[in-house]
């Protein structure tokens, strides 16, 4: 028999309950005692691998009043049924695991208002539960990651909630309201001061979030209400590090959501300034594409941030 005819042969003919057969065969030397551990009756375990030989043309065991012994054909077919059963457990592992949450990768789009607590303490607490969880996090404006949330290529974006009535195809939940508060190093001149109205920030530069963002417009909204022109000069980002720099080193002030000014103000260089913009405190959570089942890491990672919002 050549070797494209054995294959087809074996690809034909044989099943997995098979190789368990031969396997438990071989480590048994006894068909009977085979037979009994894997509930099958001895006349039919013969008889398969009776067929099997025929459909092989080989003797695959040497039979005696003692037992059964492989031949050398019987050791190779035994040998790959055994790499075969071992990889078919490993993919039951996998899947078993994939399926309870154990392991997978989440592709998470996070907003700043989520990148200095939420999002990291939610990570934080899944890889403490679930090690094999791989987290990939993609930073950006909320336009571009719906976008990707849109296409399948991102699970879930985190962060300030955006208008539903913008964004056909969303479904959002909320985690908790937040609001948006004005943020200076410790040095600044305006810092010593317990009020001052809002026009004197207008002398200073400042870091605001992107045109396309619901915060940048609610800013806008709210020094239009004060009369006053959203500032030339701006220095647009969403960037925590980028902006907690900028703030450190120059006079810039910065209007940003209070959980990041908080993880800001623990480091000791940032303060928050005493000036209300008058932006009511806006939903920070969760949003995904409607009709879209997360997978079980997804799941166990949004099980999280709930807990962490829960605990804000």
Not at 118 to 125: D, E, R, T
Not at 234 to 242: G, M, T, Y
Request: glycine share 6%; hydrophobic share 45%; charged share 20%.
């Amino acid at each position: 028999m050549t070797p494209d005819k054995f294959e087809r042969t074996l690809i034909a003919r044989l099943k997995f309950k098979h190789l368990k057969l031969l396997v438990t065969v071989n480590e048994q030397r006894n068909i009977f005692k085979a037979a009994q551990i894997l509930n099958m009756a001895q006349p039919a375990a013969t008889k398969t691998i009776r067929d099997l030989e025929n459909d092989l043309e080989v003797e695959l065991f040497e039979r005696s009043s003692r037992g059964v012994t492989p031949t050398l054909y019987g050791d190779i077919v035994i040998k790959h049924a055994k790499l075969i059963l071992s990889q078919v457990k490993h993919a039951s592992e996998e899947l078993a695991s994939l399926k309870g949450g154990l392991a997978g990768r989440v592709t998470v789009g996070t907003l700043l208002a989520a990148s200095a607590t939420l999002l990291p303490s939610a990570i934080a607490k899944l890889k403490n539960e679930r090690p094999n969880v791989s987290i990939n996090l993609v930073e950006g404006t909320i336009d571009t990651l719906l976008g990707g949330l849109r296409i399948g290529d991102i699970d879930m974006v985190v962060g300030r909630l955006p208008k539903a009535l913008q964004n056909e195809g969303i479904a959002s939940e909320v985690l908790y309201y937040e609001p948006v508060v004005l943020v200076a190093r410790k040095n600044h001149p305006l810092a010593g001061k317990a009020h001052f109205p809002l026009t004197e920030l207008m002398d200073y530069e400042w870091i605001l979030p992107p045109q396309t963002t619901n915060l940048r417009q609610e800013i806008n909204a709210a020094l239009t209400a004060a009369g006053l022109e959203s500032p030339a000069r701006a220095v647009e980002s969403v960037s925590i590090l980028a902006n907690r720099t900028l703030l450190e080193e120059t006079d810039m002030v910065a209007a940003l959501p209070a959980q990041v000014v908080l993880a800001y103000e623990r480091s000791g260089d940032l303060i928050q300034l005493p000036v209300d913009l008058g932006i009511q405190p806006g939903p920070i959570g969760v949003s995904l594409r409607e009709g879209r089942e997360l997978s079980p890491a997804a799941n166990y990672l949004l099980e999280k941030l709930r807990d962490v919002a829960n605990s804000m």
